[in-house]
């Protein structure tokens, strides 16, 4: 049931708060042995946040009595945050994340922190603490890294909500892999009031959600301005916008080129805008990408030695390869080659502000591959080309994160014996409505929405 009709009905009293949180842990204790979502679960907690919430008679929040999930790089008060790995500190968070207290004020309940690669680094979602989190379409595939605990406790049906961090794809990935709804806003949306650069990360938090209506709900809960975090805009600057009577969108499978994908990936995305284009006006066009792709890999890398290098200096052979070697690719970057990246940074944002001048959205994959075996590692080949880094593969997602637009994965329609495919929208920053409008359309009325996995109907 989507979370906004599951709100409907405990507003109504048809079901209490206590039996939507119990049956969310018994979906947990039924499935997660096989999936491997979680790397914690409160129950105790959640049960009697619960009773809390049905004793209450004032008004109801906009997510009251929900189960929702977050990712376990994110403080939630009382509960440890392993970030998956044999590095961090295993004392109790002393405080919520701002993102947690807004969520927990709106009557969210936290079930558990859901699985990750070491500091969300990883294109499989496994590490040394919890071990692997398996896909639900079929389990010996991943899920992808590294909101792929989140992603799997939303499709499976353990959690309504879940909450995400996305770098360079790391919600819009998983959700292509699994068949839910993915949303990145644009950066400062969802401040980030603890993130150590604030001026000029490329990080953000995200949403996992198995509806439109439902990641626009929560999105709007985790929103909002804060003055501690420099790219938040205020609040009236996400004034509402007016819809266009009929999207017009461009569509490019790889921006001219710029990125490998499989074969499978051109197909499904060929079928999915084929689709799309009964109900938009669809041109095959796409912005100048340049050097943008370098200056994403440049800055990352650098914002990854400067937060983390201090970790595995004492004790690497702790740290996961993909985690080290996230770190070691910064080492040695040079203040020219940092600035040069921020000025392409800059050049591909205003690009991408003439580009939208045109359209409304831009449509690509999420992801250039399909789900690959969870013991396969990193992936090192897209498109039978070999790739320069093992981050290649998310280059359809990482350049949207460079610029900071916002984008949404949605699970594309399939056929029973094929595996998910997500199709990306983006818009421009502050107009995440076009995003939430456009996918309610296709949801609607062209079927791309949330299908069960046949493990989670038994």
Known sequence: MPASELIQRLRSHECSATEVVQES??????????????????????????????????????????????????????????????????????????S????????????????????????????????????PWNTALTSAGSSGGSAVAVTSGMVSLAQGTDLGGSV?????????????????????????????????????????????????VMSGSDARDPLAPSDDEYARQSLPKRFHAAASLTLGDEYAVDDEVAQRFSRAI??????????????????????????????????????????????TEPFKWNIAQGEGISLESYLSAQEERTRFYREL???????????????????????????????????????????CTYLFSLAGFPSISLPAPKNPDELPFGIQLVAKPCHEDLLFSAGALLESEAGFAHQWPPMCLS
């Open 25 to 98: 842990l018994d979906s947990i204790h039924r499935l997660d042995p096989a999936l491997g979502a979680f790397i914690s679960v409160d129950s105790a907690g959640a049960i009697s946040r619960a009773k809390q919430l049905d004793s209450h008679t004032g008004e109801c929040g906009p997510l009251h009595g929900l189960p929702v999930a977050i990712k376990d790089v994110t403080d939630v008060k009382g509960l440890t945050t392993t970030f998956g790995s044999r590095l961090s500190a295993k004392e109790s968070a002393q405080a919520d994340a701002l």
């Open 100 to 135: 947690v207290s807004r969520l927990k004020a709106a009557g969210a309940i936290i079930v558990g922190k859901t699985n990750t690669p070491e500091y969300a680094f990883g294109a499989v979602c496994t590490n040394p603490i919890r071990g692997t989190t398996c896909n």
């Open 172 to 220: 819009r990935t998983p959700a292509a892999f699994t068949g839910c709804v993915g949303f990145r806003p644009a950066l400062g949306r969802i401040p980030e009031p603890q993130s150590l650069l604030g001026w000029e990360r490329i990080a953000t938090q995200g949403v996992l959600a198995r509806s439109i209506a439902d990641a626009r709900l929560m999105a709007n």
């Open 274 to 319: 084929d689709k799309v284009s009964v109900l938009m006006d669809i041109d095959e066009d796409y912005p100048s990408v340049g050097n943008a792709s370098r200056a994403f890999c440049t800055l990352s890398y650098a914002q990854t030695w400067y937060e983390f290098r201090h970790l595995i200096e004492a004790h690497p052979q702790l740290a």
């Open 353 to 395: 502000q003439r580009f939208f001048e045109r359209y409304d959205l831009l449509m690509v994959p999420s992801a250039s591959v399909m789900p690959f075996p969870n013991d396969s590692g990193e992936v090192t080949t897209v498109g039978g080309r070999p790739t320069r880094r093992i981050t290649d593969y998310l280059e």
